[in-house]
C-alpha cells in the first residue's frame, strides 16, 4: 500500500527548486565524465577529448549542456557519451522531473495529477508514456533485472518509479542523487537504444 505521507507534491516541488540539487547534479555529471574520460576510447585506446553538445531540457532546470566526449584519434572519433544524473537518454525533460513526476503521480488523483502537468507543462500524452516505460521497457530491461535484485524487501513493481523513490527515501537530496547515479548507467544513448519503447 502507498503511504500518502510519501506521496505529497510538496517534496518533489521543492527538490525541482533546490539549487543547491541542481548545482550538486551537474559537479556528480562532471564527475561520470572525466571517470568515462579516464577510460579512453574502448574499440580504439584513443584518447577522449570533452566534445559537449547543447541539450536544454523542456520545462528546466536551466541546464544546457549535456557533457559528452569524443575520440581524438583519426578513423575513429567514436562519440561517447556517459552516464548522467541530469538527463536521461533521448527524453526532452530532464531525468530527474521524469522519475520524480512519474513517481508523484501515483495515488494523486485526476485533478492533481492534472494540475500539475499544467504547473510543469507536460501533457498528458507525455506522462501516460512515461507510466507506460516505467511499468514496461523499464521493468523489462536487462538493467533492471540484474539491479533489482539489491532490493530487500523486493520493489513492488506495479508502482514503479515511486516504490524505488520510497526505498532510496528521496526526500533527502543526497538519497535523490544516489537514485539518480543508480540510474545513470541507462541515461546514456548507447544505453537507451535497448530500452527505448
Ligand atoms: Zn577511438
Known sequence: MVSNH????????????????????????????????????LPCGGTL????????????????????????????RKR?????????????????????????????TPERVRALRETLGIDRRTLARWRQWWLG???????????????????CPKTVPLSLCQSFAVERRDRLLDLLKFLAPITTPSAWKELVM
Open 137 to 155: 521497457t523499464f521493468l523489462e530491461s536487462a538493467f533492471w533485472r540484474e539491479a533489482r535484485a539489491r532490493f530487500m524487501p523486493p520493489l
Open 49 to 76: 577529448h570533452r566534445s559537449d553538445y547543447e541539450r536544454k531540457p523542456r520545462g528546466g532546470p536551466q541546464w544546457d549542456i549535456r557533457f559528452s566526449l569524443c575520440c581524438s584519434k583519426e578513423g575513429c
Open 80 to 108: 561517447h557519451t556517459p552516464p548522467s544524473v541530469r538527463f536521461m537518454g533521448r527524453r526532452v525533460y530532464a531525468g530527474l522531473v521524469v522519475v520524480l513526476v512519474s513517481a508523484m503521480v501515483h495515488g494523486l
Open 6 to 41: 510519501f506521496v505529497g507534491e510538496s517534496w518533489c516541488r521543492n527538490h525541482l527548486a533546490d539549487q543547491k540539487l541542481l548545482q550538486l547534479a551537474e559537479k556528480i555529471d562532471t564527475d561520470l565524465t572525466e571517470e568515462a574520460r579516464s577510460k579512453g576510447c
